[in-house]
Every structure is written in C-alpha cells, then in structure tokens.
C-alpha cells in the first residue's frame, strides 16, 4: 500500500538555535513518504543561511514578513502539496515513528479532519506538557485546557491518558490535519495572529461535522514559550483577545452574548487580582485585550457560512466552569473534573 503523501511545515522566526536542537529528529523520523519544509517568517537571524548550508535537502519557504503563527502557515501552506500537513513547532523533538500511529488512525476514519500526538515537557519528559499534553478540552466559557495540564498544573505521564480518543481541539505545536479540510475552512484565522488559533480551527471543523483526535502512541517533547515566553504581555493580551473571538465566532448569537457577558466578569477579576498582586501589565494586557475585542465585534468581524449549530455536545466539551473546579472546588487534574467512567 502506498503511503499518503506527508509535509511537515516547521514555522520559524529567528529560531535558529531551536533549528540546530530539533531539526535532526525530524528529518530522523522513519514515515517513508514525508517531505520536511520550513517557512520562515521574514526571520532576521541566520537560520535560512544556516538551513541552506547544512540541510540542503530542506525545502525553505520564505514568506515576505513576520506574519505570525496564522497568516505565516496560511501563506506558507497554500504553496504545500501533500495529503496531510503536520504544523510543527520549531521547539519540539519528535520520536522516530512518530508519524505512522497518527496517519494509521486517521486512514482508518476519514472524518478525522485532526490529530496531535502524545505531547511532553522537554525539560522534564516524565510530564506533560502545557501545550497539548494528551489531547484539548473547553469548558463552556471558553477556558481550554487538557488531558494532562488543567491551568498551570501539569501531570506526570503514567499513562493514565493514553488511549486514542476524540477531543476538541489538537494542539498547533504539533497537528496533523488534513491538507483539503484545511483549505476547506481556509485555514487558521489570521486576525488571531498567534494563540488559540488551531482551538478555533478544531471548532469550525467540528462545527462542519470532522472530528479531532489525540493519538499517545505517537510522542513528542516540547520546549514550550519558545516564541513568547510566559507571562509576557503581548501573550496574555492574544490569549484573552482570541478567546473572546472564537467564543463570538462559534458559539450561537443569544448563547455567546451572555457567556461572553459573563466572561468580561470573569476576565475583570483576573486582571484586578493581577493588579493587586503588583502585576500592572497583566492588567493591563486584560484591559486592552476586551477594547480590541469590541473593536473586532464592531469593524471587524465578518460572518462566514456555517452551517446550523449541531445538537450534539462537542467531543472535549465540558460542561462545567472550569475556574469554578479548579479555584473554589480544589480540583486540579483533569481526572478530578472529568466524569472518564
């Protein structure tokens, strides 16, 4: 049997010493029919010249600026031809074969529009890692978190999570999606420039009836806050920015004015506990964050066909408030807020 066509598409800006770290694992791995591709986003440091000396066998994407993680890959990807692409993060080790479980499981059902592998802490890799672990879930005000990492609390792997399960969104560190679903959804949201885009991609493909899988037998180790660290302003300022946007985007119109109503709530204490702790950017990422949603809402946003809200609760979906488990109720692992029996 042929193998279907794979492109791992590396996004890079200025991450040449990720490049030197990482890059040999991937082209390491032992998936026969895979090309390695990295679109560069207008990086000023050497890691096209770095690439083109040492890996000429890599084929370079350079794309005109720093276009963020979404419009970088949207750019990059309409130039890609495979069946399946794999975004990958610069900052992340990969496995040998781990290619083959992900592609086995989604040939065996062709309604898996998504898939992420297993995702592991590369400084400690007995533990998860923050962005993915093993699979995304959402409450139903929007927090994301996941199989392994609820807030700030990461697990250690026991292999308590490794069955090959539906969730609700796969992480954009390391996502294998179909080439024609992408481009059916025309891709990532580029306003969303970088954070939570591939959670709102998982969404609309829900939305459009395709299903999102993590699949453990296949690992990989993250660095994490490669490109933003944590904390930094012009994170938390996306992260809240998005959230409240995808909610808008994808929830029903009376269901998402008053979850979002109680988000601004909720977003409000945040930034005033940040303040009262001394952390006066954080306060004031939150507060830019909810103006530039309003501007969004009012200049921005734009209505895309979809079709009619499904009945059905979402796989990953919870149905609980997160914060509420997690701050009042003391619960801090997944397993803990997630009924699994």
Not at 221 to 231: E, F, I, N, Q, R
Not at 294 to 309: A, D, G, I, Q, S
């Amino acid at each position: 049997m042929v193998q279907p066509s794979v492109a791992v598409v590396i996004l890079n800006w200025n991450g040449k010493k990720f490049l030197e770290q990482f890059l040999p694992s991937v082209l390491d791995a032992t998936y026969a029919n895979c090309k390695i591709i990295v679109a560069d986003n207008a990086s000023d440091d050497d890691s096209v010249s770095f690439l083109q000396q040492k890996y000429p066998s890599v084929e370079i994407i350079l794309n005109p600026s720093n276009e963020g993680f979404a419009k970088g890959y949207n750019t990059a990807l309409k130039q890609v031809e495979a069946a399946y692409y794999v975004l990958l993060n610069s900052d992340v080790e990969v496995t040998p074969s781990w290619i083959e479980p992900i592609i086995e499981l989604m040939e065996s059902d062709k309604k898996i529009g998504a898939c992420q592998p297993k995702i592991l802490s590369f400084n400690n890799k007995s533990e998860f890692e923050y962005a993915g672990a093993s699979g995304g879930w959402i409450d139903s005000f929007g927090y994301p978190f996941t199989r392994g990492r609820v807030f700030d609390v990461c697990e250690k792997d026991m292999g308590q999570y490794d069955d090959a399960t539906p969730c609700f969104w796969a992480t954009g560190a390391a996502m294998f999606v179909r080439s024609d679903v992408y481009h059916e959804m025309n891709g990532l949201d580029e306003y969303f420039f970088a954070h939570q885009e591939e959670i709102d991609l998982c969404w609309r493909m829900q939305l459009f009836g395709y299903k999102i899988y993590v699949q453990p037998k296949s690992v990989v180790y993250h660095v994490g806050g490669g490109t933003l660290p944590k904390g930094n302003s012009r994170k938390v300022f996306l992260n809240f920015r998005n959230n409240l946007i995808m909610l808008a985007k994808n929830l029903p119109f009376w269901k998402g004015c008053w979850k979002i109503s109680v988000r601004f709530g909720l977003d409000a204490v945040a930034a005033w506990k940040g303040l009262l702790a001394g952390e006066f950017q954080y306060f004031m990422a939150i507060a830019k964050s909810h103006i530039a949603f309003m501007n969004w809402l009012l200049f921005v946003k734009r209505t895309t066909p979809k079709p009619e809200y499904p009945s059905y609760i979402f796989n990953g979906w919870y149905r609980g408030m997160l914060i509420w488990d997690y701050f009042f109720k003391n619960k801090k692992i997944f397993k803990e807020i997630i009924d699994t029996k």
